[in-house]
């Protein structure tokens, strides 16, 4: 079979039948890597030797009759994951060198499932970026376009997903990190619901690989397809089994419709933080009649949606003061208190107090309420991931001093993040699908929201929608 671009099910299907062997499969996407990568830079630890031997012990088991889930793919796991006897550097020159001893437990389940990890995908610096470039590996490029970034922090694993390089990845999120690289890339990603996923081992280097609950961060699956975003996440949902005592799965309430007509959606193009570009807009609005097409309820306004700006706000003061809790801040000046800007927000966040943090949680669980009330009248919120498609590769080495061009305006960089902050402060799931491309030919994405615990409400609509609206479709360069 022609392997490239397949999706892990067609693979899957074609292992159980014979037509193709684990071996086959692994040695073609080692060699498409060595052919097409240098460019891409997608895969910045390979594992070539351990996934041979992975993928001859998947036929092997095959042949004993085994059939577990992902037996047999080749795959591809974010740097940021403990993956035994492979350096995990967070992209930060300090760290260059160290090696974790133990897999991660995302990287225990994919083995457990019978996956072949091919190696890692790059990473930005401390994992704190909308592109991926860091000083050990260099810069990965947009598959689309050289130019242009694969977005971050999970860009190399969906540079490598749209590279035809493996089935599947995995990544992490907490500023859009899944969703704005396949935004971006024209691939498909879910947020997990905040806590659905175990992520011990997806921790900084050196730091113990404890299983903590993280405040707004989840680890979940990439892919070329919705239906493969469904396999991957049943190997990935679950709580770990330190702190639960055996290994487990979590069972899901099926999704809440299975045809477009009883799908009751919310459609938004509009933030009041900052303008949504002309391509995503479209892109959205392509969503939104072929949800209408299809016999969806499709609204565009509605009383229950929770204030816009006070979610941005929030989000920012709960991400900023989260990531820079460990960094000296005895030199900032905090913004003077009139200043509302998001820039300004951040600014202040930097320097939070656990009183400061105590509040902002008080307005994250009113907000939380506030999506229940909504998810009450409404099944999904079709909305945008990023204001722009994938955009110049920009490496300022201060990044508050960059801005992001929409339409022909300069906005600060970091506000480009509200869109993502929507689900990810309330700790919501969220599906990226492709959703056409602009007149460029970039990939434009938009994110599918869904209620607290029902990941599979979102995944279903996902899959409704990829015929109608074409799904993936591999770069010309990539071919």
């Known amino acids: 079979m022609e392997s490239t671009f397949a999706s892990a099910e067609e693979i899957l299907a074609a292992l159980r039948t014979g037509a193709v062997t684990s071996v086959e499969l692994t040695d073609a996407a080692i060699a498409r890597i060595e052919r097409a990568d240098e460019v891409v830079n997608a895969i910045c630890v390979p594992d070539f030797d351990r996934a041979r031997a992975a993928a001859h012990r998947a036929d092997q088991a095959r042949a ?67 592109q991926t470039f860091n000083e050990i590996y260099g810069t990965t490029t947009n598959p689309w376009d050289r130019g242009r970034t694969p977005g971050g922090s999970s860009g190399g694993s969906a540079a490598a997903l749209a590279s035809g390089f493996g089935a599947l990845s995995i990544g992490s999120d907490i500023g859009g990190s899944l969703r704005t690289p396949a935004h971006f890339c024209g691939v498909y990603a879910h947020k997990p619901t905040l806590g659905l996923a175990a992520s011990r081992g997806m921790v900084p280097p050196t730091e113990p690989a404890l299983p903590v609950d993280l405040d707004l961060a989840v680890v979940g699956p990439m892919a070329r397809t919705a239906g493969d975003l469904t396999l991957l996440l049943d190997v990935m949902a679950g709580p770990d089994p330190l702190t639960h005592g055996v290994a ?18 919310l459609v938004l193009d509009d933030h009041p933080c900052l303008p949504t570009g002309a391509a995503v807009r479209a892109g959205v609005n392509r969503v939104a009649a072929e949800l209408a097409d299809g016999g969806a309820r499709v609204e565009r306004h509605s009383t229950l949606l929770p204030d816009l700006t006070e979610a941005a706000t929030l989000y920012m003061r709960l991400l900023i003061s989260g990531s820079t809790a ?13 200043d509302r800007s998001l820039d300004a927000v951040r600014l202040r966040a930097m320097t939070a107090t656990h009183h400061d943090w105590l509040e902002a949680n008080r307005g994250r669980e009113a907000h939380r309420h506030a999506w ?16 722009t498609p994938a955009f110049p590769h920009d490496h300022n080495p201060n990044p508050m001093a960059r801005h992001i061009d929409i339409d022909g305006v300069g906005y600060p960089y970091f506000d480009q993040l509200v869109w993502a902050g929507l689900a990810t402060m309330p700790g919501l799931p969220a599906t990226a699908i492709p959703a056409g491309r602009s007149p460029e030919g970039l990939p ?12 599979r409400t979102p995944l279903r609509l996902a899959e409704l929608l990829e015929p109608r609206i074409g799904g993936f479709r591999a770069p010309k360069q990539a071919g």
């Open 326 to 338: 460990r960094f000296p801040t005895e030199s900032l000046k905090r913004p003077d208190d009139a």
């Open 372 to 387: 229940r009330r909504l998810f009450a009248e409404f099944d999904v919120v079709v909305c945008p991931i990023t204001p």
């Open 444 to 455: 434009v994405g938009v994110q599918l929201i869904g209620p607290m615990y029902e990941d």
């Open 248 to 265: 487990h799965r979590v069972s899901l309430p099926p999704a809440r419709h299975d045809r477009l007509d009883g799908f009751r959606v």
């Open 64 to 130: 004993r009759g085994e059939n577990r889930p992902l037996l047999g793919v080749p795959v591809t796991v974010k740097e940021s994951y403990d993956i035994a006897g492979l350096p995990t550097t967070w992209g930060m020159p300090a760290h260059r060198d160290f090696v974790p001893v133990q897999d991660a437990v995302q990287v225990s389940r994919l083995k457990d499932a019978g996956a072949v990890v091919l190696g890692k995908t790059n990473v930005p610096l401390g994992l704190q970026d909308i």
